[in-house]
Every structure is written in C-alpha cells, then in structure tokens.
C-alpha cells in the first residue's frame, strides 16, 4: 500500500511540476493543459503523461 500512494503522489506532483515547468518562465499563471496544435484543453486522463501514453499520445479534437 505505501508504495502505491508513493507511485500516485509522485505521478500527480510530477503533473503539477511539468505543468509550472512549461508556464512560469513564460511568466503566464499556470493553467490547464492545452494541445499543442489546436490550442483546446486536454481531458484528465491526458494530464499525467502515462494517461497520454494509454491513450494513443493524440489530440482527441
């Protein structure tokens, strides 16, 4: 049990990291996730990189 909650603590602070990695030196407030493309946001499941990978890694839109 202690080393599944480690496993989901780090993905989720792992999510939050990538997410102010990509938007504070840009001096934007953090936000959600959006496609690279289309510029719309992304679902949940596509938050944590392993959600994207399960997914098939594309833009749902």
Same mark, same amino acid.
């Given at each position: 049990?202690? @080393? *599944?909650?480690?496993? #989901?603590?780090?993905?989720? %602070? =792992?999510? /939050? %990291?990538?997410? #102010? *990695? +990509? +938007? %504070? $030196?840009?001096?934007? *407030?953090?936000? %959600? $996730? &959006?496609? =690279?493309?289309? =510029?719309?946001?992304? $679902?949940?499941? @596509?938050? /944590? *990189? &392993? =959600?994207? @990978?399960?997914?098939?890694?594309?833009?749902?839109?």
């Amino acid at each position: 049990m202690p @080393y *599944a909650l480690s496993a #989901l603590l780090g993905l989720v %602070l =792992g999510a /939050l %990291l990538n997410v #102010l *990695a +990509d +938007d %504070l $030196p840009e001096r934007r *407030a953090p936000r %959600l $996730p &959006v496609c =690279g493309n289309c =510029g719309r946001t992304h $679902p949940p499941h @596509y938050w /944590l *990189a &392993v =959600g994207a @990978y399960l997914f098939g890694g594309r833009c749902v839109h």
